[in-house]
Structures are given as structure tokens and as C-alpha cells.
């Protein structure tokens, strides 16, 4: 599947079906017919009739995950490289809940998905039964839009608008709360696929206003976010950057780039404020094209959470809900660029010397092995973010990052990237403390023979937490206070940890073995992981 995936026509019949049908199977059908084919599931009682739909309604691929949140990083990662939703299938109040922090990375990643939530029959809430929850309160903390379907009537109707809302640009959570009866009370007919509203259209002034500042001769960057990374809109950026002087750049959590050889490079904002800030202060203006000006991820005392320089001026040429490419080939054309700019070249890093594995000899090691056309997913933080830098001149790949800060993602989201992108190799920068949260992730792997290398930065610590101590000035040292930051004792065994799961493991302690490790692992189809102990 990839994102020529074509789409039934809005109006389109649901496919293969007629008849009578319940309120699960009206759903159902009206999801396929929408376009949503996959659903990451963690289903319970509450949802068994949607689980007995899909042995009667084609077309929709049921993929277990063993906790709620690899479910939603899932569907996270399916989105970004699916560019459509899927949907996933949770449990009541407490299913939802665990899975809310990768939904809130896949907020902030401005992917679509549909959540479909099974609660409780409208006739059993009254008696408070244990699972009982405020599941509504849960889901609008979260979601952009959310409905509970009253009637088996309206079920099908309510799921073609979750799609619609969900497809909304720039991609939305929309989450369908369906009581039990109304899954299995009988339903009239599934509902066909509704028109997405397209992204708007940017004002002449933003573009005229864009091309005037670029004129000027101020030095500009222009800060990137959304489709316009791995877009048309990459290439028209770039022709911008040679005809004007621009540098390109996107956030440091960007939801997803098209970055190696053949692209215009485009640098990802560091991580500390400080580096942003002493970055940015070269430039006279800040075009934002789908971004919003920098922040600090935290605040910290004394220090600046806004970082663009007193003296950069701020122009927004395109909104995320805006059509960032269309935008900037306005702009190309306005400001005369060349009809090519210049690209990255294909200069992978030399392998490094024989010795200790370090996190930037796994870095060197992975983009000098890279195979064309990978998606490479990074979580690995502190072993990550000082090296993605030589990535830029390896081969061709996808880049996509944690988006939203909350660790835990990158596992789900390499199971959902693989599954949307089965002809793709999948290479998974993961850090161990990160991993501990959705470890569960490796058994869908296994299960569904996805193709994903998974490295795991075993320094057996919250390494950035360490960084994180000193630079909010508080007290440390003592030995509690690196207990909490510390995981030895026991030490994580990764490479048995992922056997358990079904996904062989080895690991390397040096950069030959891990050289090795990684060419293997690379050379063979299904999951793999490597503990590189760091
Ligand atoms: O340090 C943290 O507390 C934290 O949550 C975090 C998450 C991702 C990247 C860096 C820090």
C-alpha cells in the first residue's frame, strides 16, 4: 500500500454487501467502503460483534497489538506513510486511556486516525459495572472530534463522517464511541464514502507578502512542517532556496522527511533552545510554511522558551489546515525560480574504525549501510539527535521521528510504517529506556512478518533525563536521586526479550560486530533487532 493507494469514489457503494445487517457490520462495511482497510486492535467484550464483521465483511485487515498503545502508534505510523487512516479497535475507559499517549503523538503528528471505542450497552450503564468509565471525557481530551453513536441506525453514518473528520487536513483523531447494543442491535445499511474537505487554499497576500520578503534580501529561513516535506512541495522548496539564498529547515520532532540523496537538504532544528536561538540569530526573517515558530521543548530557569531572535521577523506563508505545496509553487513561480535546485549527494559516511560501538558509530554504521529507499523511525534521543545530520547524504529515505515527546512511540510506529509500506525496509533507532513502554510492538512484528530492523541504544539509562537534571539546576548527585534515572541492576536482556517475542536478536558491543549485525539483519526479510550496547 503506499499513498497512490486510490480511494473509492466519495458515494460509492460499500462494497460486497447487502442484506440485513447489524450495527457492527453496517460499521464495518462503511469503513472499507470508506477506505480504511486495516485495524489495529486490542478488542474485549464490548467489541466482539465488530470482531465477528470481519469474517463477513471483505477488505478490512485485523492486526492484533498486545497493548493499547502500540494499537494508536500503529495507526500512527500507518498514516504517515499511508497518508489515510486506519482504524483501531479499543476497549472501553481503560483500553482508551492506555492508549492515549501514542494518540498524542499522533496529534501532534497530524496524522489521521479513526478510533472506534466500544463502551458499555446504553441498558447496563445505569448499574456502574467495574469497567465502567467516563470513556466520552477520555476520548475529548484527545480527539478533534468525537461522537457516541445512540442508535444501530446511525452507526454506519457516524463512521463515514469519523473518516471524513479524520482525513481532514492536516489529519485529525476522530474517535466513534459505540455503545455494546448498538454494535449488535440490527442496522439498516452501511453508508457510502463522504467528499474530504480539501486543505484550504493560501491567500494571494501570503504568497505576495512571502515573495516581496524574499526579495528583500534579508537572510531567511524558511521553517517546514507536514506534507510539504516529502511532497512536490520539497522539490519547490529547494528550487526557492537556489534562487533566493534561503536556508530550509523543519522542526526537530517533524512528523515525517524525505531526507538523503536526490532531496534539498533541509536541517532539523537541534533539540536545546540554546542551539535554536544561536542558529536562528543569523537570519533577518523566519518564513513559516505549515510550522509554528520555535519553542522550547521544556522551560528552563533564566532560559528563553521562545526562540526566534527579537530581531528575526515572522512571516507565515501557508497554515497547517493551508496547502503548503500549492503555496510554494505560487511562491517559486513568484519569485522566478529555477525549475531545479540543488540536492543532496549520494556520499554515505565511511564505516568506522574498528572499536567500542558508540551511539555515533551506530549512526555512521546505519547510514553508511542504508538500503535505497528505507524508512528509517528514531526515538533514541540523546544516542540520536547529535548524528541524524549523517543521514542527509545516504540513500534515499523517509525520516520519521517521536513527535509529540512521549516516549514509547517508535516501536508501534515502525509496526504501522511496515505494514503501510510492505515493499520497504523499515530501520527502527529505538533507545532502551523508550523501548520498555510498547515493547509488545515486537510480537505484532513477528506475527505479521513485518520487515523492520530495530536497533536498540542499550545504555542502559533515561540518558537525556541525566542531561535534563542538570539543566533545570536542581540539586543531584545523591544516590536515590540516579536510582531513578539509572536502569541497571537488573540490566534489560534485549536480545532474549525479543526471541521471547518471536523476533530473532543479537548483540554487538563493538562497531565491526555491529556492522555485521546490521548488513545481516538488513539482508534478510521479517524482524530483527540488535541490541547495541552503547
Ligand atoms: O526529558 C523528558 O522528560 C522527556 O520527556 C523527553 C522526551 C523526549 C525527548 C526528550 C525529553
Known amino acids: ?120 450497552a446504553t441498558s447496563h450503564e445505569r448499574y456502574d459495572a467495574p469497567l465502567n468509565a467516563n470513556v466520552t471525557g477520555f476520548a475529548e481530551a484527545i480527539s478533534h472530534w468525537v461522537c ?21 487536513a492536516p489529519g485529525r483523531v476522530a474517535t466513534l464511541i459505540l455503545p455494546a447494543d448498538t454494535a449488535w442491535l440490527p442496522a439498516e445499511r452501511p453508508a457510502p464514502r463522504l467528499e474530504v474537505c480539501p486543505a484550504s487554499k493560501v491567500s494571494e497576500g501570503a504568497v505576495d507578502a512571502a515573495a516581496e520578503a524574499l526579495r528583500s534580501g534579508r537572510k531567511t529561513a524558511i521553517l517546514m512542517r507536514g506534507a510539504v516535506l516529502h511532497g512536490d512541495g520539497l522539490r519547490t522548496a529547494g528550487r526557492i532556496a537556489a534562487k533566493t539564498g534561503a536556508t530550509l529547515f523543519c522542526d526537530t520532532f517533524t512528523p515525517r522527511l524525505r531526507g538523503g540523496a536526490g532531496s534539498p537538504v533541509v536541517e532539523r532544528l537541534a533539540y536545546r533552545g540554546k542551539d535554536i536561538l544561536r542558529r536562528l540569530d543569523d537570519f533577518g526573517q523566519l518564513l513559516l510554511v505549515g510550522a509554528a515558530p520555535p519553542v522550547s521543548f521544556f522551560a528552563y530557569p533564566g532560559q528563553e522558551s521562545w526562540l526566534t531572535p527579537p530581531h528575526c521577523e515572522i512571516l507565515t506563508l501557508s497554515h497547517p489546515h493551508e496547502d503548503g505545496n500549492e503555496a510554494l509553487a505560487a511562491l517559486a513561480e513568484a519569485v522566478g525560480a529555477p525549475a531545479t535546485g540543488a540536492v543532496a549527494p549520494f556520499e554515505p559516511p565511511v564505516l568506522p574504525p574498528p572499536g567500542p560501538l558508540t551511539a555515533e558509530s551506530v549512526m555512521r554504521t546505519v547510514a553508511a549501510l542504508l538500503p535505497e529507499n528505507a524508512i528509517v523511525t528514531d526515538e533514541g534521543i540523546t544516542s540520536t539527535l547529535p548524528y541524524t545530520a549523517l543521514l542527509a547524504t545516504a540513500a534515499p529515505h523517509d525520516y520519521l521521528p517521536l513527535t509529540g515527546g512521549s516516549i514509547g512511540g517508535i516501536l508501534p510506529l515502525s509496526t504501522g510504517a511496515a505494514l503501510a509500506a510492505p515493499d520497504r525496509k523499515v530501520v527502527c533507532l529505538e533507545g532502551d529506556g523508550s523501548a520498555m513502554y510498547t515493547l509488545q510492538a515486537l510480537w505484532t512484528q513477528a506475527r505479521e512478518r513485518l520487515d523492520v530492523v530495530t536497533v536498540i541504544y542499550a545504555n542502559r539509562s533515561y540518558a537525556v533525563l541525566n542531561q535534563e537534571l542538570r539543566l533545570v539546576q536542581a540539586a543531584s548527585g545523591g544516590e536515590r536521586a540516579r536510582s531513578l534515572l539509572d536502569l541497571h541492576n537488573p540490566s534489560l536482556d534485549w536480545t532474549r526479550l525479543a526471541e521471547g517475542m518471536g523476533v530473532p536478536a543479537v548483540r554487538a558491543e563493538t562497531t565491526q560486530a555491529f556492522a555485521q549485525a546490521f548488513a545481516a539483519a538488513l539482508g534478510q526479510s521479517g524482524p530483527r533487532l540488535i541490541e547495541a550496547v552503547v
Open 1 to 120: 500500500m503506499s499513498e497512490k493507494t486510490s480511494q473509492p469514489r466519495a458515494g460509492a457503494a460499500p462494497a460486497s454487501f447487502s442484506g440485513p445487517c447489524n450495527g457492527a457490520e453496517s460499521l464495518v462495511a462503511t469503513l472499507v467502503a470508506s477506505g480504511v482497510d486495516v485495524c489495529f486492535a486490542n478488542p474485549g467484550t464490548s467489541e466482539m460483534h465488530f470482531v465477528s464483521a470481519l469474517d463477513r465483511i471483505p477488505g478490512m485487515r485485523p492486526v492484533l497489538c498486545l497493548f493499547e498503545g502500540v494499537v494508536t502508534g500503529a495507526a500512527d505510523g500507518y498514516a504517515r506513510m499511508a497518508g489515510k487512516p486506519a482504524c483501531t479497535l479499543l476497549h472501553l475507559g481503560p483500553g482508551f486511556a492506555n492508549s492515549m499517549a501514542n494518540l498524542h503523538n499522533a496529534r501532534r503528528a497530524q496524522s489521521p486516525v479513526v478510533n472506534i471505542v466500544g463502551d458499555h
Open 148 to 168: 457516541r453513536s445512540r442508535s444501530p441506525r446511525t452507526v454506519a453514518a457516524d463512521a463515514a463522517r469519523a473518516v471524513q473528520a479524520a482525513r481532514q
